[in-house]
């Protein structure tokens, strides 16, 4: 299996759907994209991770200001990449650390559905 593969694999079993507009699963979903983006760019699955970000920024229904922030997200989580026992850290496994860390439920937060 290729990079470009791996990577579409990886958004696909992190992400089953696109989120609905407004929810927080789209924030999700785009901090994971961009993530991605960054950890792969120049490359083709870097590329595409790029353009799922795009879509999944276009079809949101939350503030820009809240893809700014989940992009910061991604940018702290590539600066502190987690340690490999052999060879270089590992830009993946730092982005599925993002999809479960504090500060990415704390900003999805405000657009998580309420229960009536």
């Known amino acids: 299996m290729n990079l470009r593969t791996s990577a579409i694999a990886l958004l696909c079993l992190a992400t089953p759907a696109l989120a609905a507009a407004g929810d927080a699963p789209g924030l999700r979903q785009f901090a994971l994209a961009s993530?991605?983006?960054?950890?792969?760019?120049?490359?083709?699955?870097?590329?595409?991770?790029?353009?799922?970000?795009?879509?999944?920024?276009?079809?949101?229904?939350?503030?820009?200001?809240a893809y700014e922030a989940a992009d910061q997200l991604a940018l702290q989580a590539l600066a502190s990449l987690p340690a490999a026992k052999a060879g270089p850290p590992i830009a993946t496994l730092a982005c599925l650390v993002l999809q479960d860390s504090a500060a990415l439920r704390a900003l999805e937060a405000p657009y998580r559905p309420r229960p009536e």
């Open 35 to 65: 993530c991605l983006a960054r950890a792969f760019e120049g490359s083709p699955a870097g590329e595409d991770a790029r353009r799922a970000a795009g879509a999944i920024l276009e079809l949101g229904g939350a503030p820009f200001e």
